[in-house]
């Protein structure tokens, strides 16, 4: 039996609605009864307005990714790697509309004019998608789900990402209001980290965060949220982090947040760490801290900064790095790290590194000590 009363909907240009899909196959309770209209509802919504065959990976609370490799196959991260799961999605073609329409319900466009796109679904998943013949074996499909409760440093120490003294040296670095990154690889749990880091601040302080893509929760009772805006099909509108990180400081924060700093945005951050605004932090993608002063600088160069430029507003603007590594199945705090600007030039200097049997002090611990007001003594 089909719901052509949908589908009528669609051809006269009106996209479904919960509203219509439900109306449509009302019509038919004479038939279904009342508890096949409810199934034949769900199921019109998964085809028309869910995420289709892929509805049961993302509602799956252990799921964090789900990638789809055009037809070859699809793997999914419920925290402990990647693994393949069966899933039968059709074909090439079944699997454009997909992804058609989950960019649509992003709100973005994808066809062969527009053939990829970035975009925040209404769950709060993040899509990237792309079409042939820019990847091949038919369209790839990528989300990101968003964790459905916002963790705190106390569930990062239970989940065995930091012991419980690395836990109390990262509270002791939100309590000071010291600048810092946390930085790590794709996938080294680094948003993670730094939501639980801000459910430390003082309820009485103000944050104001900006992302490209919404995917910080945090869990503290004053959260602004600014989200970038990607250009319509016309080509404008555009709302880029650099405007949104200018715009945050007009909106009286005590804490300036930027989600992943990875472009122009450096120079507005900077500036903003180097005015008055203490205690901002984001992430970044570094391989060790000590690629994080390199990073700074080509992403400066991206705003027009010399490298000359940006070390001299690092220097002054940021205190702490956080390092993430992936540990097998686990997450990990790997290293903490404190900069310093002596006469061997601006570097990270290791402070804390993580040890099978706790962490062991570096070279750069009396530094952080210093900073932190620690004890002599990890």
Request: charged share 25%.
């Amino acid at each position: 039996m089909t719901t052509a009363a949908v589908w009528d909907h669609i051809r006269r240009g009106r996209g479904p609605t919960p509203t219509r899909v439900a109306h449509a196959v009302g019509q038919e309770s004479a038939v279904l009864g009342a508890a096949g209209v409810a199934r034949r509802a769900d199921r019109m919504e998964d085809a028309l307005l869910g995420s289709g065959p892929l509805t049961d990976l993302v509602e799956d609370p252990r799921v964090t990714d789900v990638l789809v490799n055009g037809v070859t196959g699809v793997w999914v991260d419920r925290g402990g790697g990647l693994t393949p799961v069966d899933v039968d999605l059709g074909d090439a073609a079944d699997l454009r509309r997909l992804a058609v329409r989950l960019a649509g319900a992003a709100g973005r466009r994808l066809d062969d004019a527009s053939p990829y796109v970035d975009g925040l679904l209404p769950a709060g998943v993040r899509l990237h998608a792309v079409l042939p013949p820019l990847v091949d074996g038919g369209p790839h499909i990528s989300l990101r789900i968003p964790r459905r409760s916002a963790p705190t440093l106390a569930d990062l120490e239970d989940w065995g990402a930091c012991t419980p003294a690395m836990a109390a040296v990262l509270r002791a670095v939100v309590a000071r209001r010291c600048a810092f990154l946390v930085t790590g690889g794709t996938g080294s749990g680094k948003t993670t980290l730094l939501a639980g880091l801000l459910a430390e601040v003082a309820a009485t302080e103000r944050l104001l965060v900006v992302e490209d893509v919404k995917e910080l929760a945090i869990r503290h009772p004053h959260v602004v949220a600014l989200q970038a805006r990607q250009p319509n099909v016309e080509g404008t509108g555009a709302v880029d982090l650099a405007t949104l990180v200018r715009q945050s400081l007009r909106m009286r924060p005590d804490r300036v947040v930027i989600g992943e700093v990875r472009g122009a945005e450096v120079r507005d951050m900077l500036t903003a760490l180097n005015t008055g605004h203490e205690g901002g932090c984001g992430t970044v993608h570094a391989n060790a801290p000590a690629d994080v002063i390199a990073r700074m600088e080509a992403l400066g160069a991206l705003a027009g900064m010399s490298p000359q430029a940006t070390r001299s507003q690092l220097a002054s603007a940021l205190r702490v790095v956080v390092h993430m590594r992936r540990d097998g199945h686990a997450r990990v705090v790997d290293s903490i790290g404190v900069l310093d600007g002596g006469a061997r030039g601006l570097r990270v200097v290791p402070a804390l590194h993580r040890a099978p049997d706790g962490y062991r002090r570096e070279a750069g611990y009396a530094l952080l000590a210093g900073l932190l007001d620690l004890p002599e003594e990890p």
